[in-house]
């Protein structure tokens, strides 16, 4: 598609229940990024894809958030046992490129899945 | 470690008014990017600008500009003839070579007509 699609767009969940959001980056694009935005602050990182490999999961803030990308293509963002801290709006973005090989960092983020968990 | 910091939480101006945001980062690596973004209601993050470290040269495109100094480490974006379009939250960023984006806590931005 023209831009990078996110899905739901909103997502209501009840505080234990997993949850699973969607990625549709630009295709053909390499890398993947997913970042969580609070309310009221910036974005922060939490995982990079290059292709279908998951080459950074540092900013992943506990071992029930899991992310995959099988085909390289489409991603999906899942949460176990949601807490109410992971309220929040979930960004993806994709560039056209690995990130650090080059000097085009040309970056296209989604409209974001805000979650709220209750 | 990179860090991006937009003191000014809130600014509400008035239709025309000019208004500039404040960003200051800072970083260790010698390349780097900087931009900034604009977050309307919507909530997607629409790109407005990048500058790499090896171009103080400042910019201007159409009512933006772009101040980059690296003496003083800042990034100041200025609207100049606001518009109530213009209202919404912005963000200023910073990318070192090979790393992630680290996102200042944002400036909201309101015209009123």
């Known amino acids: 598609g023209a831009g990078v699609s996110q899905s739901p767009r909103y997502k209501v969940a009840k505080r234990g229940q997993d949850v699973a959001l969607r990625c549709d980056p630009i295709?053909?694009?390499?890398?993947l990024f997913w970042y969580q935005q609070a309310l009221g602050q910036g974005p922060e990182f939490l995982t990079y894809?290059?292709?279908?490999?998951?080459?950074?999961k540092s900013g992943l803030p506990s071992d029930r958030f899991f992310a995959e990308r099988p085909e390289g293509s489409v991603s999906t963002l899942k949460i176990q046992r949601t807490q109410q801290e992971d309220s929040a709006v979930y960004l993806c973005?994709?560039?056209?490129?690995?990130?650090?090989?080059?000097?085009?960092?040309?970056?296209?983020f989604g409209s974001g899945t805000r979650l709220t968990v209750v | 470690a990179q860090k991006v910091t937009q003191a000014q939480t809130e600014i509400s101006v008035v239709e025309k008014e000019d208004v500039t945001l404040d960003c200051v980062y800072e970083?260790?690596?010698?390349?780097?990017?900087l931009f900034w973004y604009k977050q309307p209601p919507s909530g997607e993050l629409v790109f407005l600008i990048r500058?790499?470290?090896?171009?103080?040269q400042n910019e201007i495109s159409g009512r933006y500009s772009w101040n980059f100094q690296k003496s003083t480490s800042s990034f100041n974006f200025t609207i100049t003839a606001s518009q109530v379009v213009d209202s919404a939250v912005y963000f200023c960023?910073?990318?070192?070579?090979?790393?992630?984006?680290?996102f200042g806590p944002g400036t909201r931005l309101s015209v009123l007509p």
């Open positions: 970083t260790r690596d010698t390349t780097y990017y």
């Open positions: 295709s053909g694009h390499v890398s």
């Open positions: 960023a910073s990318l070192e070579y090979g790393q992630n984006f680290v």
């Open positions: 500058r790499n470290s090896f171009d103080e």
């Open positions: 894809f290059q292709n279908e490999a998951q080459l950074d």
């Open positions: 973005a994709s560039s056209l490129i690995g990130r650090g090989q080059g000097s085009d960092y040309g970056y296209t």
